[in-house]
C-alpha cells in the first residue's frame, strides 16, 4: 500500500470573516498550504464544507475555489458530512493518493457560519440532525447533546462541575493561539456559572462557532521525502458511522462509530492509545470530549471526566488534548474544524506549535466527529 505524508499545512483565524467570502477564505488557507509545500502542483481537490448552501447561498464548491485558486481542469468535489467534513475531506484525499491515480492532493474545509444568526442558523445547524425524528420536534445538535450529558451525569452521578477541566484546558492552550476565536482564561469557578444553552450544558460547555479554513496537501511518501525537510506520515485513516438519530443508537453515551474509527487507524498504523502523544478531539460539547477519550481507549468506560479533573489532558499530561485551543477556545468553523484538527497535530509533530508545543511529539490522533458522534473520522500522524 502507497504510504501518505503531509506536504502542506495552511489555516487562518477562526474569526467572523463578514466580510470575506467563502472562496477568498478557502483561498487564503489554500495559498498557505502551496507556500508550505513548495509546489504548485495539485491533481485533485476535495473540499469539505457542512453549509454553504444554506447560510451562504452557494453550492458546488470543488468547482467555485478550484477555479479561484487556480486549479482550473482537475478533478475537485464537496465532501459533506455534517460537522466531520473536514475530516472526510481528507480521508478522501489520502484514499486518492493511495490509490495511485492522483500523485498530490490537496483537502480544504471552509465554512461561513456567521453569513446567518439566531434562529436562521440554529435551523441550519439542525438540518444534521435526523430531519423526521429530532429536528421536526425542535431538537438543535446542542439539546441533542444535552441528552447525552445528563444520561451520563446520572449514570455516574456526576455534576456540572466535574466537566469544568475540558474548558478550562482549552482556554488555557487557546490563550497562546494566535489564531483561536476566543484566548481568554477561564476559571474552573466560573464554568458552572454561565448561562445555560440546553441543560445542563453551559456556554461554556459549548464551542463557538465560527468562520475559517484549513487546508492539508497530501503526496506519497517518497516524493515527500524530496520535497519538504520534515513531511509527516498519515499513518492511519478511517471511517465509522452510527444511526443519525440518537434514540436509534445501541447506546447514548458510547461512541460507537469513534471507537470503531479509532480502533481502525490506530490498527493501521501499529499503534495502541499508550503510544498516543498528544489527540486533538471534537470537543463541539465537553460531553464529546469525555465520551471520544473512552471511545478511543484512553479512559475506561464512564472515566473519562477524570482525567480533565485530574490534570491529564494538559500539556503535560498524559493525554493532551485540545493543545491549541480546540473547538472550544479555537473556534469551531464546521465543516473546516476537522482540518483544523489535523493541521494542529502535524505543527506539533513538525515542532512548529511554538507556545502551545507539546515536548517530544512524535504521534498525534485527530478524530473529527459528525452529528454528535454519527459520523467518526480518525487519522494518526507519525514523524
Avoid at 487564503?28 to 444554506?54: K, S
Avoid at 481528507?90 to 492522483?102: I, K, M, T, W
Avoid at 485540545?322 to 474544524?337: I, Q, W
Avoid at 506549535?353 to 515536548?359: E, F, H, L, T, V
Wanted: hydrophobic share 45%; net charge negative; charged share 15%.
Amino acid at each position: 500500500m502507497t504510504e501518505v505524508a503531509i506536504i502542506g499545512l495552511g489555516q487562518i483565524e477562526v474569526q467572523e470573516h463578514w466580510d470575506t467570502s467563502l472562496r477568498h477564505l478557502a483561498w487564503y488557507a489554500i495559498e498557505r498550504a502551496l507556500d508550505d509545500a513548495h509546489t504548485t502542483h495539485i491533481d485533485a481537490l476535495f473540499v469539505g464544507n457542512m453549509l454553504a448552501g444554506q447560510l451562504s447561498n452557494q453550492m458546488h464548491l470543488g468547482a467555485l475555489i478550484a477555479d479561484f485558486a487556480g486549479l482550473r481542469g482537475i478533478e475537485a468535489v464537496t465532501v459533506e458530512a455534517a460537522d466531520a467534513s473536514g475530516g472526510l475531506a481528507l480521508r478522501q484525499a489520502v484514499l486518492a493518493v493511495r490509490s495511485g491515480q492522483v500523485q498530490t492532493a490537496l483537502a480544504v474545509g471552509v465554512e461561513k457560519f456567521t453569513d446567518q444568526t439566531g434562529a436562521n442558523l440554529t435551523t441550519a445547524l439542525s438540518t444534521s440532525l435526523d430531519a423526521d425524528y429530532e429536528a421536526v420536534h425542535g431538537a438543535t445538535p446542542a439539546a441533542i447533546g444535552a441528552l447525552m450529558m445528563r444520561r451520563y451525569m446520572h449514570e455516574y452521578g456526576l455534576e456540572l462541575a466535574d466537566f469544568a477541566g475540558f474548558s478550562v484546558n482549552a482556554h488555557a492552550n487557546g490563550s497562546k493561539n494566535p489564531l483561536a476565536m476566543f484566548r481568554n482564561q477561564l476559571k474552573a469557578e466560573r464554568f458552572t456559572a454561565a448561562p445555560l444553552v440546553a441543560t445542563p450544558i453551559t456556554l461554556f460547555d459549548a464551542a463557538p462557532t465560527g468562520d475559517g479554513a484549513a487546508a492539508v496537501i497530501v503526496t506519497n511518501r517518497e516524493r515527500a521525502m524530496d520535497m519538504v525537510p520534515q513531511p509527516v506520515v498519515v499513518a492511519g485513516s478511517a471511517v465509522a458511522n452510527e444511526p443519525l438519530a440518537l434514540h436509534d443508537r445501541r447506546d447514548a453515551i458510547w461512541l460507537r462509530a469513534a471507537e470503531q474509527s479509532a480502533a481502525k487507524a490506530m490498527q493501521a498504523a501499529g499503534v495502541t492509545p499508550a503510544d498516543i502523544d498528544l489527540a486533538e478531539l471534537h470537543d463541539a460539547f465537553t460531553i464529546l470530549a469525555a465520551l471520544s477519550l473512552e471511545a478511543c481507549g484512553f479512559a475506561e468506560r464512564g472515566q473519562g471526566w477524570q482525567l480533565a479533573r485530574d490534570g491529564e489532558i494538559g500539556p503535560n499530561g498524559r493525554i493532551p488534548i485540545s493543545t491549541f485551543g480546540g473547538l472550544k477556545a479555537r473556534g469551531n468553523p464546521g465543516g473546516a474544524t476537522g482540518l483544523y484538527q489535523v493541521v494542529e497535530v502535524a505543527r506539533q509533530l513538525r515542532g512548529q506549535a511554538g507556545d502551545c508545543q507539546i515536548a517530544n511529539a512524535q504521534i498525534g490522533l485527530a478524530q473529527n466527529l459528525g452529528s454528535n458522534g454519527a459520523t467518526a473520522v480518525t487519522h494518526i500522524l507519525k514523524t
